[in-house]
């Protein structure tokens, strides 16, 4: 279950959670729930929704939401983090920009766009506060359900990351040096480079692949009757 604070700003967000978050008046952040880490030891995480004008009072008056991030720290809560809830953009002159109707201004603290972006990566690499960028309530919504999700099976369970990383091979044989049994049977009507690779696992020498018939010539994958015998009769025409 994930806890819901029971603050006027987030009053609207519950239902859309469809049955997983109850109100209630946590002292931590705007959510809390329970989960699992290693070996199934059992953790809290809380997480804050931030809208822009919030974030920006927070980088003006930094000491009020480090505070709580200390309070939440030493209340147990060993996983932080927080959703930004707010379309921004910096403007031409470096000010954090946001929507106003259809078109888009200055934030009325005329903050600088690099500061609120320093800020975020602060508390993240910092603080230990995982940051997310959320556009709508229901995209915030769905991401906390989302790490609700995530810590209900410890870390061992997930198999997403649990993967080697194998790259293809080359296909063209580039780096392989032709042998003479290919480089002439690549000059064949019909053979060219892919088919010449076939026909040098096929004859040993090039006085055996000018001795076969037709039938061991379209006995080589890729080769049917037609271009058997035209190489046959190529390679046994004279002058």
């Known amino acids: 279950m994930i806890y819901l604070t029971t603050a006027i700003n987030d009053a609207l967000l519950e239902p859309l959670f469809g049955g997983l978050a109850i109100s209630a008046p946590i002292p931590h952040g705007d959510f ?3 989960g699992v880490w290693e070996d199934n030891r059992p953790i809290r995480v809380c997480g804050e929704r931030k809208k822009i004008d919030d974030l920006v009072g927070c980088i003006n008056d930094t000491g009020r939401y480090m505070n709580q991030l200390r309070t939440a720290r030493e209340a147990g809560f060993e996983f932080l983090f927080m959703v930004l809830e707010a379309h921004m953009r910096p403007g031409a002159d470096g000010v954090l920009m946001v929507p ?3 078109d888009w201004s200055p934030h009325r603290s005329y903050i600088e766009y690099k500061r609120v972006d320093t800020y975020l990566d602060e508390l993240w690499y910092y603080a230990g506060v995982v940051v997310k960028r959320s556009h709508t309530a229901k995209e915030t919504v769905d991401q906390v359900v989302d790490l609700y999700k995530l810590f209900q099976a410890p870390p061992e369970e997930h198999s997403s990351l649990k993967q080697f990383y194998t790259p ?3 296909v063209l044989d ?11 049977a690549k000059e064949l009507k019909g053979i060219g480079w892919e088919r010449s690779k076939a026909v040098a696992k096929r004859f040993g020498s090039v006085l055996e692949m000018c001795e076969a018939g037709e039938k061991e010539w379209a006995e080589i994958e890729g080769i049917g009757d037609k271009t058997a015998k035209s190489a046959v009769n190529e390679l046994r025409k004279e002058g």
């Open 32 to 34: 809390a729930f329970f």
């Open 100 to 102: 106003k109707g259809r």
């Open 174 to 184: 580039l780096w392989e040096r032709p042998n003479l049994v290919r480089r002439v």
């Open 168 to 170: 293809q091979l080359p």
